[in-house]
């Protein structure tokens, strides 16, 4: 089975730029995850879908950061303009849900390194 | 909120040698418990998961944990340390409350191992 599958592995741009991160998630899982990941701050849950619909986007920093799951097997990470502070990783997971209840089982994709210039 | 603590930002040990990777849980006995691995330039990938069936856990690469009430502790061991253990681990815990589906990871442990 494929697991989570993210793109761009790697992206450089520009301050300003617009970003835009894919995600697709492992066929059949109830649950989307968006983190990002630096040395100073660590892992950051950033946004969840469950079934599509956002549940969850405290953890997005700024309005500059919006995310989209158009349907279960895409989700897009976008950030509009993009600051040299966005510079870090951000993975996407997926998790299915067992007899209705979150387990907490999550499958990582590789992640989309980012860096901003 | 539940909440996870590591205590050891990075490890180091010899090939061959055993490995104890600590992990804290605040007071409230969690329905589950993780621990994650993130291998150089990857995603995270679960090692072994606790869910109150038995106390000792056994994962996969040889990693198991003990489950202590007692200690509040769920400490990840590997008897023999192998080079391709080097890697990063995490340590989580879901919610108390479920409806409420964020996972909280500690802040890791940088295992290095040694020639």
């Known amino acids: 089975d494929a697991g989570v599958i993210q793109s761009p592995r790697h992206e450089v741009t520009e301050m300003g730029q617009e970003v835009t991160l894919r995600c697709k998630p492992i066929?059949?899982?109830?649950?989307l995850f968006w983190y990002r990941q630096t040395m100073m701050r660590g892992l950051e849950l950033l946004i969840y879908?469950?079934?599509?619909?956002?549940?969850?986007d405290s953890g997005m920093p700024e309005d500059r950061f919006s995310a989209k799951m158009p349907n279960a097997s895409f989700s897009t990470l976008k950030i509009q303009p993009s600051e040299p502070r966005d510079s870090a990783v951000y993975f996407c997971?997926?998790?299915?849900?067992?007899?209705?209840?979150?387990?907490?089982?999550?499958?990582f994709g590789e992640g989309s390194r980012l860096t901003v210039l | 909120a539940q909440s996870v603590t590591q205590l050891g930002s990075h490890v180091s040990v010899s090939e061959g040698a055993l490995v104890l990777l600590r992990c804290n849980y605040s007071?409230?006995?969690?329905?589950?418990l993780f621990w994650y691995v993130q291998y150089p330039n990857q995603g995270l990938q679960l090692l072994l998961k606790?869910?109150?069936?038995?106390?000792l856990v056994k994962g996969i690469n040889g990693f198991e944990a003990e489950f202590k009430k007692s200690e509040t502790s769920f400490h990840l061991t590997k008897p023999s340390a192998h080079m391709s253990d080097a890697a990063e681990y995490f340590c989580?815990?879901?919610?108390?409350?479920?409806?409420?589906?964020?996972?909280?990871f500690g802040t890791g442990t940088r295992l290095t191992i040694i020639p």
């Open positions: 007071s409230s006995v969690p329905p589950y």
């Open positions: 997971a997926s998790s299915l849900a067992l007899a209705g209840r979150y387990t907490g089982e999550l499958f």
């Open positions: 989580a815990v879901p919610p108390f409350n479920f409806g409420n589906e964020k996972l909280t």
């Open positions: 879908f469950n079934n599509n619909v956002p549940i969850d």
């Open positions: 066929s059949g899982h109830d649950y």
């Open positions: 606790y869910t109150s069936a038995a106390t």
